[in-house]
Nanobody, 126 residues
Framework: QLQLVESGGGLVQPGGSLRLSCAAS????????IGWFRQAPGKEREGVSC????????YYADSVKGRFTIARDNAQNTVYLQMNSLKPEDTAVYYC???????????????????WGQGTQVTVSS
C-alpha cells in the first residue's frame, strides 16, 4: 500500500529553520516526482517546491525561492524540505505528494499528484 508520511514540523521563531521529511513506502520511490504543498487557515492549498524523478531538477514558488531547498535521498525513500529564514507567512500545514509520471521536470500544481501525506504543522511565531 502506497503511503507518504511527513515529519519535522513544529514551532519556530521568525528567521529560524526547520527540515521537513517525507518518507515513502509501498512503491518504487525513485520513479515518482515529489512535491511539497502547504495550506494556511482559510486559504487554498498552494505549491511550494518539487523535485523530478529522472534528472533531479527542482522548482520553487517565488515566495520561498532562496530560502527553501528540496532534496531527495532515494536510498532512504525520503524527500527533504530544508526551510531557512522562516517568516510568519510560512505558517501552514505542509503536505508532500507523489506524481506517478516518471520524467524530467516537475510542477507545483495540485493536479498531477496522485498520492498525498497527512500533513505536518509548521508555525512561525515569536
Amino acid at each position: 500500500q502506497l503511503q507518504l508520511v511527513e515529519s519535522g514540523g513544529g514551532l519556530v521563531q521568525p528567521g529560524g529553520s526547520l527540515r521537513l521529511s517525507c518518507a515513502a513506502s509501498g512503491f518504487t520511490w525513485n520513479y515518482y516526482k515529489i512535491g511539497w504543498f502547504r495550506q494556511a487557515p482559510g486559504k487554498e492549498r498552494e505549491g511550494v517546491s518539487c523535485i523530478s524523478s529522472s534528472d533531479g531538477s527542482t522548482y520553487y514558488a517565488d515566495s520561498v525561492k532562496g530560502r527553501f531547498t528540496i532534496a531527495r535521498d532515494n536510498a532512504q525513500n525520503t524527500v527533504y524540505l530544508q526551510m531557512n529564514s522562516l517568516k510568519p507567512e510560512d505558517t501552514a500545514v505542509y503536505y508532500c505528494a507523489a506524481d506517478a509520471r516518471y520524467g524530467s521536470g516537475c510542477r507545483i500544481t495540485i493536479g498531477p499528484y496522485d498520492y498525498w501525506g497527512q500533513g505536518t504543522q509548521v508555525t512561525v511565531s515569536s
